[in-house]
């Protein structure tokens, strides 16, 4: 339970940010993803660094228990399914992206507002409970 509180601390706060400045912002944040997706290099940098990340997470907690730190579990293993994508398939990741910006101008608040419960749970289990 050390590590999952640990975790919680680490990556809620972060997440809580991000999600705030995407919420508040979303008309920049969308202009840097649109940035983002024109370098397949940027994009292949972020899968090594989002693999690693993901990998460091479930070596570490590979914790399968029907509660919070589950949660942290699976977002090590989306990091790493997320970064080995980007990593085997730059190409097809910039494609997926741009598509997915052109035919859902929502989805920037969507993943927001998402980001903003995971990272509130987070926070509490880390700092609160």
Same mark, same amino acid.
């Given at each position: 339970?050390?590590?999952?509180?640990?975790?919680?601390?680490?990556?809620?706060?972060?997440?809580?940010?991000?999600?705030?400045?995407?919420?508040?912002?979303?008309?920049?944040?969308?202009?840097?993803?649109?940035?983002?997706?024109?370098?397949?290099?940027?994009?292949?940098?972020?899968?090594?660094?989002?693999?690693?990340?993901?990998?460091?997470?479930?070596?570490?907690?590979?914790?399968?228990?029907?509660?919070?730190?589950?949660?942290?579990?699976?977002?090590?293993?989306?990091?790493?399914?997320?970064?080995?994508? +980007?990593?085997?398939?730059?190409?097809?990741?910039?494609?997926?992206?741009? +598509?997915?910006?052109?035919?859902?101008?929502?989805?920037?608040?969507?993943?927001?507002?998402?980001?903003?419960?995971?990272?509130?749970?987070?926070?509490?289990?880390?700092?609160?409970?």
């Amino acid at each position: 339970m050390e590590t999952s509180i640990y975790l919680a601390k680490l990556i809620g706060p972060v997440m809580l940010v991000a999600a705030i400045g995407l919420l508040t912002n979303a008309t920049s944040h969308r202009a840097m993803v649109q940035e983002f997706l024109r370098s397949t290099a940027l994009i292949y940098l972020s899968g090594v660094m989002a693999m690693t990340a993901g990998l460091a997470i479930v070596l570490d907690h590979n914790v399968w228990v029907a509660d919070w730190p589950i949660i942290l579990t699976l977002f090590g293993w989306a990091m790493i399914l997320g970064g080995a994508q +980007r990593i085997a398939l730059p190409g097809q990741t910039q494609a997926i992206g741009e +598509r997915m910006l052109q035919s859902r101008p929502w989805i920037t608040t969507v993943g927001g507002v998402a980001w903003l419960v995971f990272a509130a749970v987070l926070c509490f289990y880390g700092y609160v409970a």
